[in-house]
């Protein structure tokens, strides 16, 4: 059996991995096709994604070796969790991650750019949420206990606090 040769193998065909939040997966492809033209589209099972562990649901897209991660929404300016999606097409190894709308509204992120801005901002929030935000609230919670006790005390009498008689 003789090896082939560069001109003789088959071309490999890159792929886009397609997250469909919109609900219209004919779209969802058409969409992604205009996006990413010349690659091949693989629709994400979306549920199957969400009920799994992070690990396998990373390995999902991975296993794809993707060269672009899309994913199409209702609406990007209300979408939830726009940060998350871009780490996921970065972390499946996607060069070139964009997310969109049907009304136009589109974010392309490249691998490296995505991983850079989101990560910041991961660890930002995780600062500000644990390092601020709940000791902040341990310590409000624990003023407010020691301020308890002194709610429960009766108030004083009225009649002493008004003038003294003539």
């Known amino acids: 059996m003789k090896p082939l040769r560069t001109s003789e193998a088959t071309p490999h065909k890159q792929v886009t991995a397609l997250l469909d939040l919109a609900g219209d997966p004919e779209r969802a492809a058409e969409w992604a ?16 994604l ?3 562990s992070k690990r396998r649901m990373l390995a999902c897209p991975r296993s794809l070796s ?4 899309a994913v199409l929404t209702a ?3 209300t979408q939830s969790g726009i940060g ?12 070139v991650i964009v ?7 589109v974010i392309r992120r490249s691998r490296v750019v995505g991983l850079i801005l989101e990560a910041t901002r991961f660890t930002l929030e995780l600062f500000a949420g644990y390092g601020v935000i709940l000791p902040l609230s341990v310590l409000a919670t624990f003023i407010l ?8 005390l009766p108030p004083k009498d009225a009649s002493r606090l008004s003038s003294k008689p003539a």
């Open 33 to 48: 096709r205009r996006m990413v033209p010349h690659n091949l589209v693989h629709t994400l099972d979306k549920a199957g």
């Open 50 to 52: 969400k009920w799994r």
């Open 145 to 152: 206990g020691l301020l308890l006790p002194l709610s429960l």
């Open 66 to 69: 993707p060269d672009a991660f």
């Open 99 to 105: 997310i969109g709308d049907h009304s136009g509204k």
């Open 75 to 77: 609406d990007v300016a």
């Open 84 to 95: 998350g999606l871009i780490l996921l097409g970065a972390l499946s190894g996607a060069r």
